[in-house]
């Protein structure tokens, strides 16, 4: 009884040694993967997945919609886009590869309303697949380029039902 009591109590001691080492740990790591980018793997799913699928598709890479999850399609899609940039192409997105595949949207030049992939409606609030048949109906001055979904949600527009981006 009493040797137990001690085992927990050296336990108990072992484990409040470590814990302050696992925390101090973790913010260093967590800040640096902020900046860079954290590679993902297949099967992965999450924003990080999402956002990576939508940029294959601006670039023309991967067609559809991003499924959410690091599919074979989108492991195809790193690959060519690999080849294109001279890197391995692997299909595997490493920190590398989505640093390549984000740092083209710098380079790309200004948004407009011609080659953005998401336009909203100033005037009903709602944002479209940039081919839907509402764009063109649309008045000009009421047209809002996005390039991501997640921007034009985030200026409070809502998705068309007609073209459900
Ligand atoms: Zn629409």
Not at 60 to 67: D, F
Not at 129 to 144: F, Q
Not at 154 to 164: A, F, I, T, V
Request: charged share 25%; with cysteine; glycine share 6%.
């Amino acid at each position: 009884m009493r040797n137990t009591r001690w085992i927990a109590a050296l336990l108990l001691a072992v484990l409040l040694a470590l814990m302050p080492c696992a925390l101090a740990e973790g913010t260093p790591s967590e800040a640096a993967e902020a900046e860079a980018y954290a590679a993902l793997l297949p099967g992965d799913t999450g924003d990080a997945v999402v956002a990576l699928q939508q940029r294959l598709i601006e670039l023309g890479y991967l067609e559809g919609e991003p499924s959410g999850e690091l599919d074979d399609d989108t492991a195809v899609a790193l690959a060519l886009f690999q080849a294109d940039e001279g890197l391995e192409p692997d299909g595997e997105a490493t920190a590398e590869t989505q640093e390549a595949l984000f740092a083209g949207a710098a380079v790309e030049g200004e948004l407009t309303v011609d080659n953005a992939p998401y336009i909203a409606n100033k005037n009903t609030k709602k944002f479209h697949i940039a081919d839907c048949p509402s764009v063109k109906e649309m008045k000009d001055s009421n047209k809002v380029p996005f390039a991501t979904k997640d921007e034009a949600l985030e200026e409070g527009y809502k998705p068309c039902k007609r073209c459900n981006p």
